[in-house]
């Protein structure tokens, strides 16, 4: 599989194709897991995520995987002061899937800092969602602009609640 393929025309995917994954696939992508960094378990889920894609099937990260604390601590035998960052789902994407538009991701120079943080001019800030794909916001409510909103969504939302929950529940027990 070529650079662009990999890297640059990777997306999460979210639908799967029934077939499953064979033990062979399987296990490459975990010999490939092994071999990452032992410094985290992030840089592990990253590299069976670019293993598996290389193999041609395609992954998801489960963020919810923090949420609901007790039931995963449960369903998992996870032992006091182990708390799941990463969940990575696998398989091969569905038709939809493989044909679907990349999502718009954010400018360059509103991601990538050299040497030192640059905060964003209110220039940038008002336009960092405007870019194609992005649809055109409409301001509502109290929300008077399109950072605002996505701010709204991601931390408003019920999932949000549920993980901020999820976190202090877990704190809480561990204390």
């Known amino acids: 599989m070529d650079f662009d393929t990999l ?18 696939v ?10 990452a960094p032992s410094a985290g378990a992030l840089i592990a889920a990253q590299t069976a995520a670019m293993a598996a894609e290389s193999l041609g099937l395609g992954s998801c990260y489960i963020g919810d995987i923090m ?10 035998s996870l032992p006091r002061y182990t708390f799941p960052i990463a ?25 990538v800092m050299k040497n030192a ?8 800030l008002e336009t960092m969602y405007s870019g194609e ?31 901020r929950r999820s976190v202090s529940s877990m704190l809480k027990d561990w204390s």
Request: hydrophobic share 35%.
């Open 133 to 163: 794909g992005y649809g055109t916001f409409v301001p509502k409510n109290d929300i008077e602009n399109a950072a605002q909103a996505l701010y709204d969504r991601k931390f408003g939302a019920s999932f949000s609640e549920e993980m």
């Open 67 to 76: 949420e609901n604390w007790e039931i995963h601590r449960d369903l998992l």
């Open 26 to 35: 399987k296990r490459r992508v975990l010999d490939a897991t092994l071999r």
């Open 87 to 111: 969940m990575l789902c696998l398989g091969y994407p569905t038709r939809q899937q493989r044909e679907r538009q990349l999502t718009p991701r954010l400018p360059e120079p509103m991601v």
């Open 117 to 124: 943080y640059r905060r964003a001019s209110v220039a940038e």
């Open 7 to 24: 890297f640059l025309r990777r997306k999460s995917v979210r639908a799967y194709e029934a077939r499953p994954v064979e033990e062979a």
